[in-house]
């Protein structure tokens, strides 16, 4: 845990009492804060006080009193569509509103650094798609080499449950845009912003205001290095404002896109090979089209993110390119589970839509594509473009047969069930194909979530050794 700075003898309340929530208030007071807290959930306030938290009722003006700050979890509208009712009477009471990563900032940079040899970084990670694969690379990468180091944010830990700062560490968070739009301080030491997508616009008020909440991770206080995505315009206009001149190297440009010019530092991948430019001259290549667990143009951008984020701590192309051969991918994201007999299978339940099933249609070039659950508004026409490289589809799920009205001539069955469309495709698959997971639909007509359908694909594959 990571004590909370500068909070003694303060009264900090704290809204949403979830993983981050709980965590919070742990930290706070063991910084010497005395900590009131609420959720709207009856169950989970009851939770909570039986683990010690003092429950007080912030709805009511009386609960107010003498509270220096509002701690809000991610989860919670602080201005968009409207606010929560708490944080807007703290608002009207000029009473200062943060989230656990403003509180991490705060606390993890006022550490005694003159304890350590080498000063512990932060590498913060933001961005539309991408990010969690992104920083768990950049995490991998860090162990391979045998660098200290913790990963936290949006992915696994929450900050505040992150050990306290060690010699020479690095510290890898994934920051939603929710995360990002409320701290009060953020300051990485390295910043990346992998690519911008519309997405949770209800809680930006607007694609502007999600891109504004995005970029906060530059704007407040700036990092020493910033990793850019230059493959939207967004990404383009912020590389341009945290450079001060073309060659400044404080800014790395980064796309999976095309070939990046100029005299600044690049990392660019074109048809599977990663490149790096420094100062006009390449200083390293990578043929990405082999490893694994980073297959598609999409991970091959997020592969050049991550070698850029290594880089500005420090890493060699030689460490980095090594681990990029010992990441095995996230659960449920273009995740390989087995090759048996020349073909290999690929887990990726996550691609609930189709954008993230058009990325995973695009990284294979001949596929079994199982596909299928509770259909999205809009069906899956938009998918036609992409299903050159399906050589059959196996439909599941509540939505199988609208899916097979709107595959065009692509070959197909409706397999109804995952055991069905795993054993079908198993048995038809040739060497060199691939049996891919990407139902492009929710999962909840047969699963509870994307990862226990993940789980069950998972399962039945090892089971066919």
Known sequence: MIPV????DQTIAVLGLGRSGRATAAALTAGGATVIAWDDGADT???????????????????????????????????????????????????????????????FATSDWQTFDRTPQVIAVTGSNGKSTTTALIHHILTAAGRPTQMGGNIGTGVLSLD???????????????????????????AVFTNLSPDHLDRHGGLGGYFAAKRRLFAEGGPDRAVIGVDEPE??????????????????RVSA?????????????????????????QVASVDLRAIPGLPGAHNHQNACAAWAACR???????????????????????????????????????????????KALGAFPRIRWIAGGLGKEGGISALAPHLGSVVKAYLIGHSARDFALEIGQTPYEIAETMENAVARAAAEAQPGEVVLLAPAAASFDQYPNFEKRGDHFTALVRALA
Request: proline share 7%; charged share 20%; no cysteine.
């Open 5 to 8: 700075q500068n909070v003694t």
């Open 45 to 107: 306030r009851e939770q909570a006080q039986a683990d010690g938290i003092t429950i007080t009722d912030l709805t009511r003006d009386a609960a107010w009193e003498n509270v220096s700050a509002l701690i809000v979890s991610p989860g919670i509208p602080h201005l968009y569509p409207k606010p929560h009712p708490v944080i807007a009477r703290a608002y009207d009471l000029g009473i200062p509103v943060d989230n656990d990563i403003g509180l991490f900032f705060r606390s």
């Open 164 to 190: 306290p700062a060690h010699d020479g560490e690095v510290i890898v968070l994934e920051l939603s845009s929710y995360q990002t739009d409320l701290a009060r301080a953020l300051t990485p030491d390295v």
């Open 235 to 252: 990404g383009r206009y912020l590389a341009g404002q945290m450079a001060m001149a073309p060659p400044d190297d404080r800014v790395i």
């Open 257 to 281: 896109d095309h070939k990046l010019d100029g005299p600044g530092w690049s990392v660019f991948a074109r048809k599977g090979f990663l490149a790096e430019y420094r100062k006009g001259r």
């Open 312 to 358: 500005a701590v420090g890493l060699s192309p030689r460490e980095i390119e090594a681990a990029f051969h010992t990441f095995a991918g996230l659960p449920h994201r273009s995740q390989t589970v087995a090759e048996w007999g020349g073909v290999r299978y690929v887990n990726d339940s996550k691609a609930t839509n189709v954008d993230a099933a058009a």
